[in-house]
């Protein structure tokens, strides 16, 4: 079986890359820390709100669509292989190494929020499953869904000491950032990203966490797999109603989670608030997006979703070069300064620009910069296709 490239998709990795550039518009303004504690940037009681709507609609909730994307890539991939005589270990490992090397690189020289070489971590991990049944997918992602839930059951000791100690080390590092993101040079943020330890963890808490952290966005990664395998986008008008009765489910159920960690974050299960109603919210999003493709597909703003999803990766770096430049000291220096709202404003701006320079990229060329030097190291060829491999015919006897 062929494997065709799926509109609908491509339509969903970009509108997924508007989300996330508003909820990474947080950390671009106040670092990964400081994003939490925003009173010690003197926000407005406005500027506040606007952070709490943007927790609750906007952060963890559109990385998981971009993860589901990633996983229903992985299998569409296989098949595209498959169909051409080829399997597909080889060239996702290689393709899974250098997202790697891509996302080192980002976060080494560009910024701390990167996720790239986490995903290249978590795609070689994923390879275990790319051959399971989707029922096992689908069991595996609801236990893991499951496991992750329990884990935000219990809330944390602030009274603790430990607790308070790591506290008082993250704002004092938080203070210091004001002054050295907004005027420091780049040889000073990039040292203070490479030598910086707010959290004080020791190497075997880190080991800890590090074994934690794909159990977290597992079950979206399977998820995707799962949706592939059983062709949840390949008839979007056919599926409408389907769409539609699992927005109606999801987009409550996100809401309502994530709204319980917000509204009594001290309480038991705020944490599963957090952890669950994130992912719930994005499927939610996802349905409600293909619904309304379902609906409205021949409209133009769908073929700039596209445009932008087909270069997702340039687009999201290319997110990264500009908002660095823009709120760093070695740019325009307006870190924690322009404010929440401004800051939604300032991304959406930066989105346009993306959705424009996306249609006439695409018009012009058939892959990003980015994306065609992926496929040229994962197929091994300067077109960056895989080449049909030619089966020897049986010989009679």
Known sequence: MKSKRIRLIDCLRGFSLLGILLANMLIFQYGMHGKDLLHLFHVTTVESTAHKFVQWLVEGSFMPIFTFVFGFGMIKMKESLNAKNRKAGLPLLRRFALLGVIGFLHSTFLWEGDILLYYGMI??????????????????????????????????????????????????????????????????????????DPMGKSPAEMLVLTMIAPMLHMPLFLLGMYAAKRQWFADPEQKSSIYRKYMLIFLPLGLLFKSYHLLYPEEIGAGTGLLVGGSLLSIGYMMAFAFTYSKFSSSRLFEYFEAVGKLSLTNYLMQTVICTTIFYGYGLGWFGKIGIILGCVLAFLIYGL????????????????????????????????????????????
């Open 354 to 397: 993306q959705m424009l320079i996306s249609i006439w990229y695409n018009s012009h060329f058939k892959s990003g910069p980015i994306e065609r030097i992926l496929r040229m190291w994962t197929y091994f060829s300067f077109s960056g296709k895989a080449k049909r491999k030619k089966t020897t015919p049986a010989v009679e006897m």
């Open 123 to 196: 795609g070689i991990l994923l390879l275990i499953f790319i051959n399971r049944k989707p029922k096992t997918l689908i069991i595996w992602s609801c236990v893991l869904l499951t496991l992750v839930g329990l884990l935000g059951i219990f809330p944390g000791n602030k009274e603790a000491k430990s607790t308070q100690e790591t506290n008082q080390r993250i704002e004092a590092y938080v203070k210091n950032t004001v002054t050295l993101y907004a005027e420091g040079s780049y040889a000073e943020i990039k040292n203070d990203r490479a030598t910086a």
